[in-house]
């Protein structure tokens, strides 16, 4: 089990305690703390054995910490490696319905807090709405459409599943578990949503969701056309890469275009009203590009890892 924190010496001591006994190995990522985060965690391999305190000599942000933590994980030799964040929000007592469905045979399963009626009731408003927009372009991004909540951090994985990923290249920050998903798609692993609960804390989440959201979106429009590269053109040429392709640049030129032709017919009197041939050539491809794009997403959709 990896544990991530970054200044938790009021919870940490209390989620090592609750993981539960067949849990064969803590790793504590301590992320540089300024406060008693390492020290209270110290305490605690003193009485368990299975506790191990690893601390980074500066911040990296929780996914550079989970990250540290899955390394030593696979050097320990474990076959399945958990997270769970410092903080106290997730309740280990779910950690078994995660593990049933690696044993099921899947690659990676993760908690998906939407799938619990009535729970959202504890988190904020502005929170819920952050976290849907997100997931909704998570989505896309990752090619996992079936999945959702995409950043819950509660997860295990597959220890022959995480040495096929680029650990160097996943993002480092609060981005993490969307870019995992981006590189488990690659791969081709299957993943699990799992209902789980998250338990709200005296604080909240030390996210700006006005800049968070704006920053991640363009992360994830960058995410997406390397995944659709990677998977779709790179590592093999298949039906979606063929028609997304060519379907965005008609829908580019159709939009442009189009855009050009508005201009000389309702802002640049000096030009004459375009004639119909001329704006065909905007509305075909538009249109075209617009078939096409929906098409290949349709075979992603169906193409995603079951």
Partial sequence: ?????????????????????????????????????????????????????????????VGAAIVSGHLRAVELKADAIGVMAGDGQMDPNHLKSLIDKIVEGYDYAKGNRFLVEGHLTGMPRHRIIGNVILSAMSKASSGYWNIFDHDNGFTVIKSSTLRKLPLSRIATDYNFERDMLVHLNIVGARVADVPIESKYPDRYS????????????????RRFFRRVFVRYLFNDVRPFGVLFIPGLLLLLWGFLFGGFLTYLRYIDPRHASPST????????????????????FVLDVLDAPR
């Fill in 206 to 221: 030390k996210i700006h969701l006005y800049t968070f959201i704006p920053r991640t979106s363009v992360f994830l429009f």
């Fill in 1 to 61: 089990m990896v544990v991530p924190a970054f200044n938790e010496e009021r919870h940490i001591n209390s989620v090592i305690r609750s993981i539960p006994r067949y849990v064969d190995h803590i790793v504590v990522v301590n992320d540089a703390s300024t406060d008693e985060t390492e020290t209270i965690a110290k305490n605690c391999a003193k009485s368990d054995s299975r506790v191990e305190v690893l601390t980074r000599a500066h911040r990296g942000g």
């Fill in 277 to 296: 041939g001329t704006v065909m050539l905007s509305i075909v491809p538009l249109f075209m590009g617009l078939q096409l794009v929906l098409f290949a």
